[in-house]
């Protein structure tokens, strides 16, 4: 692999270990004891791919696989490996949001760390996650709930998609009754031994860490491969005080948000009233965008999109510009594709009484990264000018769920 005539593809020459590791990967087995960050990786990687690249069946269609040894899959599970994981601490094989519940049933204190709350794309597992914590502070009044965070506080509207919204709109009113507080730590505090969740109680005091320190609150508290720690001694609780009592306590930090939001919600069943909710729109004249993965995902969607249009239509919006982004299906997924959903969409827009040359479509490959997962409405409302005023709505499940009375659905106008 090193001398195949192709030394120009190299930025750098090989360090003397990475080459004697590929020069012995040839017949023999080896081990590479370097310091970090000089190329250990390569040290195998390479002999790896050039082993690939030989292979007599290389040009087989199909997935190669290449073996993980055993002994070292299970060095890695092993929590007495991890230097993060106190003494005791178990793996959780059967983890869920109920068993949690359950083991949380007789804590006093419960402490969450996380170094920011908001910025999920999952509002089920956000909204699962506010509940789970509104749920245990209302069966005991004197259980307390704190969550030390070292994102930007006060929460501001402007910083919360829509995943975020319902989940910290649940949280807010739970704060509202002062049993849940929230403090600021300082970004250096949040180190690797920190768990995700930490509670006592008469019973004890137990903990549960995984391998997503960096992620949201709101994105679950359980994770991937979690592990838990039950009866921790005297010396790791105090530990976990001292970093809860490191920061600052921040006031309304999400109360502060009920105030620059207008919610309504509908239950499945309940009817609909958009001439309140878009309020805004109605007797001017609008630019609009709708952002929504689903948004032309199939014939129902696409008309339920109609049916919003044509009700804010009669209730006297007048649309000059309206702009439809949705992302493309995934290559598993069924269902049709984009072009067939535009011409779908325009077929109804017609038969709607709509001007077409008004609408501007685009669909978001399934690969981008800016991939979305907010359903949102802005409207730029008035003439063209500074007096027009830019809105924004968030649906809570997207236009489909909005005009299904048979569904629930919730929006949320931001008024910051």
């Excluded at 509002?123 to 965070?149: C, K, M, N, Y």
């Excluded at 109804?348 to 001007?355: K, P, T």
């Amino acid at each position: 692999m090193i001398d195949t005539g192709h030394r120009h593809l190299y930025e750098r020459r090989l360090h003397r270990h990475q080459e004697s590791a590929i020069l012995r990967a040839v017949s023999d087995n080896y081990l590479v004891a370097t310091g970090t960050g000089s190329g250990k990786t390569e040290s195998f990687l390479y002999p790896l791919v050039d082993a690939l690249l030989r292979s007599p069946d290389r040009d087989r269609p199909g997935v190669k696989a290449v073996p993980v040894l055993e002994w070292l899959r299970d060095l890695l599970s092993d929590p007495d490996c991890r230097d993060d994981l106190p003494r005791g601490a178990t793996e959780w094989t059967d983890p869920s949001l109920a068993a949690l519940a359950s083991r949380l049933s007789g804590a006093q204190q419960i402490v969450l760390f996380a170094t920011r709350i908001a910025g999920t794309d999952d509002a089920e597992s956000a909204v699962a996650t506010a509940r789970l914590l509104r749920d245990l502070a209302e069966r005991d009044p004197t259980r307390r709930i704190f969550i030390a965070a070292a994102g930007k506080l006060p929460l501001s509207v402007s910083e919360l998609g829509t995943a975020d919204l319902e989940a910290v709109e649940i949280l807010a009113k739970l704060e509202k009754t002062g049993r849940l507080s929230v403090f600021r730590l300082p970004p250096d505090r949040f180190t690797r031994d920190l768990p995700r969740l930490f509670a006592q109680g008469s019973d004890g005091a137990m903990a549960l860490w995984n391998n997503e320190g960096d992620s949201p609150l709101l994105a679950g508290l359980i994770g991937d491969a979690p592990y838990l720690a039950a009866n921790l001694e005297h010396d790791i609780v105090a530990n976990l005080f001292d970093a809860l009592k490191a920061g600052q306590l921040v006031k309304n930090a999400l109360t502060s948000i009920l105030g620059n939001v207008r919610v309504w919600d509908y239950p499945a069943g309940a009817p609909r009233n958009l001439t309140e909710t878009f309020a805004a729109m109605l007797d001017n004249t609008v630019r609009l965008e709708i952002d929504d993965p689903f948004l032309l995902k199939d014939d129902r969607a696409r008309r339920a999109l109609i049916a919003l249009l044509t009700t804010l239509q009669k209730d006297g919006a007048s649309f000059e510009y309206v702009a439809l982004t949705w992302r493309e299906k995934y290559p598993d997924e069924a269902g049709e594709g984009p072009e067939i959903q535009q011409n779908e969409m325009k077929r109804l827009l017609l038969a709607a009484g709509f001007d077409p040359g008004i609408f501007n479509m685009r669909c978001r490959p399934y690969r981008d990264r800016r991939a979305f997962h907010d359903r949102i409405m802005r409207a730029r409302v008035g003439p063209p000018g500074p007096s027009s005023r830019s809105i924004q709505w968030d649906l809570s499940s997207g236009v489909g769920n909005l005009m299904d009375s048979s569904c629930e659905a919730k929006v949320y106008l931001r008024t910051e």
